[in-house]
């Protein structure tokens, strides 16, 4: 299976004086593509699955390492891998490539939670079956 | 020695409809209280640094535990430790605490970079013993 | 009546490869402008009216005529004061400056709703005296 | 002639407690879709265009009509025009929609300036005519 791959045009407004993009934008990206993933595998983005669903998914975690600077030169393919289910949480590795270059690479967890009372759950039936095949596929493509 | 505490008014437009602080605004959070510390212990913040002298400090490493979501019910107190001096970084330690509750903590690695040129450098004499001097006092705090 | 100026510690992360603000953090500064005047007069920030008071005050026009740059080289103050009370809106002007030059001027109009409802409300009676007080109080002012 | 529409997907990270777009954001968007304008007819975006030729575009104004709330629920298409070449000017209308409806209009006027030496100069005698015959093509358009 090929990696999901996210692209994010960055723009003049993501970079700082030092003319490439600022260090706290780059997470703001790589959750964006961690979004991207979600609709895109599950067919539901925060927004839905917080307000419609009652589904929070906040983040207890997340590290990332910058290998090379972030401009607009390029495009930003983020590609986004879930490495691991546990009881209430999914790990993801996210890694981000301009013109084959790795720019930065991390990863992030999200537990789940009921949204209005903000209490931990388990990882909800109707998502644990899909999300472990797509960890498994993704163990297998890498 | 008592901590450098950066404190932090959070406000509605930091907030996403979980009615918490959005993920992606916690590392900038983190990032404002470390460039607050430079100012306050080396009278540098990193606009003149980089513009002026020429010293960049770009980010190659964060990491960021969140504990409890942070709102604007309370200020939000970032204090800032110095961990540990590379021969071309520095590493900080970010603990930020709401009324008594640490809501997330996290650690920093910035190197020094001649600005224009990008590239690598030794930390600037100039700083060189205020920040091992800084290093130790908070040790010795901690 | 002095005016109300709120001061804001422009950094690093709110500049563009051109070395100045960019553009689009303006508007969100003259809006913690407003947002630290409500809470210095009225005690209340946008959060608590909201989230504990089911008040909503969005935002229906905004306009903003930009004088000269703003840097991280001094203090923004940012003046706010009220111009106007409508039925069901209020109308700010807010003049930034950087070491008493004009960087900006602009001209805000919120309303209020009620929030959960989202619905249009007159202004709510635990404020309209309040605010019609402070507009008188800044005509007299400026 | 068609407008030129720039597509932007709402996320998660713009929204509000109020469960809405943040007030905010909308000119950043606005910018975005400007930028993209610039983009895909001189072939230029800001990033390329201030550091590579020396051409600075600060804006001189901005104004902004909220009519209706922007969500996630929808794309957000920016349809983006301009409305008129001064000597060393452009202004830009930018009216935002979801799903059909309006949700803001906005007026956007961008001064040419020497980059490096931040001066004013005339609208570049590259990007002249251009310019101008997309102005006639959008008033016909309209």
Known sequence: ????????RVRWA???????????NI??????AIEAWWEAHLGA???????????????VHLSVDFRSPVT??????????PLRIGESSIRFRVIG???GTVCFEGEFV????????HQKIPVPAEFRDSLEALVTAAQQGS
């Open 1 to 8: 299976m090929k990696p999901f791959v996210h692209e994010i």
């Open 14 to 24: 993501d970079c700082d004086p030092a003319k490439i993009v600022y260090t706290g």
């Open 27 to 32: 997470p703001m990206f790589a959750l964006e």
């Open 45 to 59: 983005d925060w927004y839905r699955m917080n307000i419609d669903r009652d589904i929070g998914t906040p983040f």
């Open 72 to 81: 607009p030169r390029h495009l930003l393919e983020c590609s986004v891998a």
């Open 97 to 99: 490539r301009q013109d």
């Open 110 to 117: 999200e537990v789940f939670v009921a949204a209005q009372a």
